[in-house]
């Protein structure tokens, strides 16, 4: 069974940057894209970015484009994102699971909370 463990989030300024971690366990991390999805009170849960299996592909959602950056490492069994120029309306918990076909259990997931 997958366990996936987000960390990273806290509180940050208007301008600010974060850096989560994702780390999944099992074997086959690697032959799967990974996504960051994140959900805001009272909206659904939201795609925010995905990789490749490599990590030579990434997408991203308008909204958060030129400044948030995804990557992993295969070797740690670990996703990241960087998000730079934090601004209120990315306050959410954010999560990552495999994609496009999410994994059934999700993590615990990791607030982020952007405010002066």
């Known amino acids: 069974q997958v366990r996936l463990v987000e960390s990273g989030g806290g509180l940050v300024q208007p301008g600010g940057s974060l850096r989560l971690s994702c780390a999944v366990s099992?074997?086959?991390?690697?032959?799967?894209?990974m996504g960051w999805y994140r959900q805001a009170p009272g909206k659904e849960r939201e795609l925010v970015a995905h990789?490749?299996?490599?990590?030579?592909?990434?997408n991203y959602a308008e909204s958060v484009k030129d400044r948030f950056t995804i990557s992993r490492d295969n070797a740690k069994n670990t996703v990241y994102l960087q998000m730079n120029s934090l601004k209120p309306e990315d306050t959410a918990v954010y999560y990552c699971?495999?994609?496009?076909?999410?994994?059934?259990?999700w993590g615990q997931g990791t607030q982020v909370t952007v405010s002066s």
């Open positions: 099992g074997s086959l991390f690697s032959i799967y894209a």
């Open positions: 699971n495999r994609y496009p076909s999410a994994y059934g259990d």
């Open positions: 990789i490749g299996r490599t990590g030579a592909y990434t």
